[in-house]
């Protein structure tokens, strides 16, 4: 009985563990091994060529070019939907009329497909489309969106968050819902005004709640491919290209796996550094750091 109850435990973590082996861990050491190998040549019967692939990787301009502009997509995305949803789960929250009617709309785009926005967005993009004949109206000059490289990421970044502020904002709302109304209620007494009520409560309550939307959205935007690969595959310039859409293309497009390897291994250190620089801003008590 004893021998039972102290195997039960791993019986209990064995399913969680088989999936992690079979899904993540195989697939990632198939890949690092990949990456020492030169598919460029002979795709069926690779030579070994150890760092070969990596050193070729970081001296390409497109690579370096596409690790900035997956940083540039971080930068125009993640600061906007940890901050924007907050805000509107904050307005949403208050004794207001039809809130489960707004709670609806902006929660619609979230369970439309992103390849069914992505399109809508493209056909918005358009040298003749919706956006630039509202600009027409009021004598603006049309904008190519998704034809000039110093606009196209930031047209691409905008279905993103489009997609994504009616996800962030239920997870605020549910958070919200946690925070005792008498603290706010006490706040009142002391004469607090409504935005230092939320910044002397609200906030640090959220703390949390806001690591957890940092970091999903964080991966997320690092994942990016859906967006760019229906509006602008990459172009204009490669000024959309990011390092997920450089493996794809590398992959499946020049079956070269070991090139695309060297990146996937490369993407990993990436989400495995910022993972770990979220825990340290947003979590270091958490973990005793």
């Not at 027409?136 to 968050?161: Q, R």
């Amino acid at each position: 009985m004893l021998k039972e109850l102290k195997i039960a435990p791993y019986l209990f973590i064995l399913p969680a563990f088989l999936l992690l082996g079979i899904f993540f861990f195989l697939p990632f050491f198939q890949t690092l091994i990949m990456s020492f190998f030169d598919y460029s040549k002979d795709f069926y019967h690779p030579e070994f060529s150890f760092l070969l692939n990596y050193k070729e990787l970081f001296s390409s301009k497109i690579f370096i070019k596409t690790v900035f502009n997956t940083f540039y997509f971080l930068v125009l995305c993640v600061p906007f939907l940890v901050i924007f949803p907050l805000f509107i789960a904050i307005l949403i929250d208050q004794k207001i009329k039809f809130k489960n009617l707004y709670k609806l709309i902006i929660y619609i785009p979230v369970v439309v497909s992103i390849v069914v926005v992505a399109i809508a967005f493209k056909w918005l993009y358009q040298p003749d489309g919706l956006l630039n004949y509202f600009l027409g109206l009021f004598n603006f000059e049309p904008v190519e969106w998704l034809y000039n490289p110093d606009v196209a990421m930031i047209s691409v970044a905008l279905v993103t968050i489009f997609k994504g502020i009616g996800y962030y904002m239920m997870i605020y709302l549910s958070a919200l819902m946690g925070i005792p109304k008498e603290l706010y209620e006490a706040a009142e007494i002391d004469g607090a005004s409504g935005f230092k009520k939320h910044l002397a409560i609200t906030i640090p309550h959220l703390m949390p709640v806001i690591a957890l939307v940092s970091t999903i959205s964080l991966m997320s935007a690092l994942k990016v491919f859906v967006e760019i690969y229906v509006m602008t595959k990459g172009g204009p310039l490669n000024s959309t290209k990011t390092i997920v859409y450089y493996i794809y293309e590398k992959a499946f497009e020049s079956l070269d796996l070991g090139l695309a390897s060297c990146a996937c291994v490369v993407l990993l250190f990436l989400v495995t550094a910022i993972s770990v620089i979220n825990i340290v801003c947003f979590e270091r008590d958490k973990y005793g750091l």
